[in-house]
Every structure is written in C-alpha cells, then in structure tokens.
C-alpha cells in the first residue's frame, strides 16, 4: 500500500508539472488543465488511501468527501458564474484562502503535536507567517480592486515602511519562539497576529495599476504557504504542489516586473504604486486638441486599411465587447484588410487577462500579437483601433519621467498612420494621469460604450 501510495503522489506530481508546461501556451493550455486536475485526483485518491486517513472511520470519510464535494460545487459555480472583469478578484480570493488554509492546518498540527520535531516546528512557523500574509494581504488585493472599503489608490502613512520591517523582525522573533518553546500554541497566534498586520500593510501602499503584480506576487505566496503545510503534514505532494505553485508565481512576477520597469525586490517589501505625478494636467493636456469621430469616419478609414492592429483593455472586458470585436476583425479580413491584436503584458487587470478574453470569442492565437513583437511594426500599420485601453498606451511612461508610470513599456501606438481610441470619457486609467496620445495629431477619439460602439462601427464598415 505504501509503495502504491507513493507511485499515485509520484503520477500526480508529473501531471502538475506537465500541466504547467502545457499552461506555457493558449495552444496547449486546454489540454494542460486537465491533465493538472487528473493529477490533482490522484494526489486526492492518494491521500484517502492513506493509513491516517482510512483510521479515521466512516464518519471521517464522509466528511472529507463532503468537504471535496462541496468544494467541487463552490468552483463549479463560480468557474461559472464568474464575471470576465471580477476574475482578478476571484484569483485573489483563491490565493487568500490558500494561505488562510495553511494557517489553520499549521495551528492544527502544532495543537495535537505531543513532541514535535524540528522540521514540524518550523515549517509551523513559516505557514503562519506566509499564510496570514498572503490571505490578508489577498483580501485587501480584492478589496482594492473592487473598491469595497478601500480606494483603488495606494495608501501611505508616515513611517510605513520601517513599520513593516519593524512588524517583520516581530514575527521573525515570534517564529524563534515557538521553534524553542512550542508549549504554548499562544506564540503561534500571536505570529499569526503580526503577520496579518504585516500582510495588509504590504498591500495597502499597491495601486490599481501594479495590481496585477501583486496578484501574481500573492499566488507564489500562496504555494510557498502550501509547500509549507505540505512539511507540517509530511505530504510530498503537497510540498510538490506548493512548490510548483511558488516557483511560478515567482517567476510570472519577475515577468510582470519587467513589462512594467518595476523592481522585484521593490515589490516584495510593499513599495510598488508610491509616485505622483508632477506633470501637466488633464485640462492642460487636452484643452482644444481633443478630436472626435464617428462610426461612419472610422469606417471609410477602414475602408481603405491594408493592416489594422486592435489594442484590447480593461474597458473592453467591462462592456464584454470581445466578441463584437471578433465579428469586426472577420468582417475586415472578409474585406482583404490584415487584423492583428496588440497586447500588453499588464493589460487588464491580472497577467493574460486579455489572452483569455480573446480566446473566449474564439480569436485565433496567431493573431495575438505580444508587445515585442508588434512594437517595431507600428510604423507599418494603417490604423490602430485602441479599445478601453489607457496606461498601457500612454506615451508619458517614456517622455515624464516623474510620472507613475515612468519607464513602463508600453504599446507605441503613435507611430500608427491614424489611431483610433474607444472610451466612454478622458477619464484617466489606473494611474490616473491624463494621457497625450488622446491629443495627437493623428488621434481620433471615439467615445461611447465599448460592445455599442464596436456594434455601430461593424454596422457602419457593412454599409460602407
């Protein structure tokens, strides 16, 4: 049974790690989830076959099997009834309960423990602190971007960042602790305490705009917390999983750092979202040069395009234009006109968020076109339609230098013969500047909601 037990963790644990290489590509991603949740069962089969557990009667059974179901139920649901624009605050969650999880079975384990071992001792005090801070820290992401109790701004407070290293050296001390004397399950709470302060004052200073790094940021953070439960319960696949989980939120956080010329070390201790911006205001920045446009305009610039390039944002996911979007690049390559879509690795408001949008409307994936790739042939491209999109387009990431943004690649979407920008409003984006591309010369504003304003201009490209 033993050795059965761990040939079914060894089989889970090369899924997991099949299912991540297949996650690398929207090509391969399908068929990577799934072998990850035929992986993900077998560690569960693993489990219930395990001595411990199969002791723990009937009763005990049935309710780890009520606990699966009612799990599997709630993710059902939610997978969906999810909203395109609420998935970053759903990630977030998720990540927090990993990390809620992982407290509670660290706290559980040093209650029963009768003579804990060093390594029970301190993987305990690792779970806790990770744990507390990542389901804290989680909560706040989701508050922040649904914008409950907190405001999507960053929040400072004098002295806050030695605060924070002052609240770290605590629980660092408070995990010494309970490694010396794990007598009193007290020292584990209190860490606990700590940590959750610490969690929360590492999330309140990140903005709307560098949400998406956090959020990676707090999904390696939830698998650390994992790999750590996953010692306290002496379960390979646990600490396999976790790992995994960590390493590549780690990694998808440095690739996150680099698409938005932010600091990985920056990041970890809470610095992220700090700047504010000195330079010319909206009403200096727009007055009088703001061009507007039509339907009808667009279409007979379309009209005569021989390459368009779609620039999708956050705006897009909240009018659900996606598929509005589908039916006019097809209408345009039914016309002999080539339609690429430009994306920005920070798009959105999580890491793929406009991936996953363009993929639900069917968009193929060869004309997702990354920022790389499609920045040097904006000088070739007709007309650039920019929809719902603001920061990652905003050229004062590369001419302020005192902007939030500042040093931020960005899409240049200028160096297009015309653009085209959908909006509602000049409203700004997440960093709430204003943006001077809205004012160029070769600018048109478009202004309406996204799916109407992709409807009226498809209706206006037919009559054309």
Request: aromatic share 6%.
């Amino acid at each position: 049974m033993f050795s059965l037990i761990n040939i079914l963790y060894l089989a889970a644990a090369v899924l997991f790690i099949l299912g991540l290489m297949g996650l690398s590509h929207p090509k391969t991603a399908v068929a990577g989830n799934r072998k990850a949740a035929v992986g993900m069962l077998l560690a569960i089969v693993a489990t219930l076959l395990d001595r411990n557990v199969i002791e723990s009667g009937t009763r005990g059974l049935m309710l780890i099997a009520a606990g699966v179901a009612l799990g599997a139920i709630i993710g059902a649901v939610f997978a969906l009834k999810i909203k395109m624009t609420a998935m970053p605050q759903m990630v977030a969650l998720l990540n927090g309960f990993g990390g809620g999880a992982s407290v509670l079975i660290a706290g559980a384990a040093l209650h029963d423990a009768v003579n804990p071992n060093l390594q029970l001792l301190i993987a305990t005090a690792v779970s806790g602190i990770i744990g507390a801070v990542t389901f804290w820290g989680s909560l706040v992401a989701f508050d922040k971007l649904q914008e409950f109790l907190l405001p999507g701004k960053p929040i400072h407070f004098p002295m806050q960042q030695p605060l924070n290293a002052l609240l770290a050296i605590v629980a660092l001390a408070l995990a010494v602790w309970i490694v010396l004397d794990p007598t009193s399950d007290m020292t584990f709470w209190a860490l606990v305490l700590v940590a959750s302060v610490l969690g929360v004052l590492l999330t309140i200073p990140i903005g709307g705009a560098d949400m998406p790094v956090a959020v990676a940021l707090l999904n390696s953070y939830s698998g650390l917390a994992a790999a750590a439960a996953g010692f306290v319960l002496n379960n390979n696949a646990l600490i396999i999983t976790g790992s995994l989980v960590g390493a590549s939120g780690i990694i998808l956080s440095q690739i996150m750092c680099k698409a938005m010329n932010r600091s990985l070390p920056n990041v970890l201790l809470g610095k992220l979202g700090s700047g504010e911006s000195t330079g010319a205001s909206a009403d200096e920045t727009y007055a009088g040069k703001i061009k507007s446009t039509s339907p009808e305009e667009i279409a007979m610039l379309l009209e005569t395009a021989r390459r368009v390039v779609i620039v999708p944002g956050y705006g897009l996911a909240v009018s659900q234009a996606q598929h509005a979007v589908r039916e006019l690049a097809t209408l345009l390559e039914s016309k002999g006109t080539t339609v690429e879509f430009g994306i920005h690795p920070v798009a959105g408001r999580m890491p793929g968020h406009m991936n996953v949008l363009l993929a639900e409307a069917d968009v193929p994936y060869d004309k997702l076109k990354e920022m790389d790739e499609i920045n040097p042939q904006f000088g070739q491209v007709d007309v650039v339609l920019v929809i719902g999109a603001n920061d990652v387009v905003n050229p004062l990431a590369i001419t302020d230098p005192s902007s939030p943004i500042a040093g931020m690649p960005i899409l240049e979407v200028g160096k297009a013969g015309s653009v085209i920008v959908m909006k509602r409003s000049l409203s700004p984006g997440f960093a709430g500047i204003p943006n001077p591309l809205f004012a160029a010369d070769n600018t048109l504003m478009y202004f309406g909601d996204g799916k109407a304003a992709i409807q009226a201009l498809v209706a206006a490209v037919k009559e054309g």
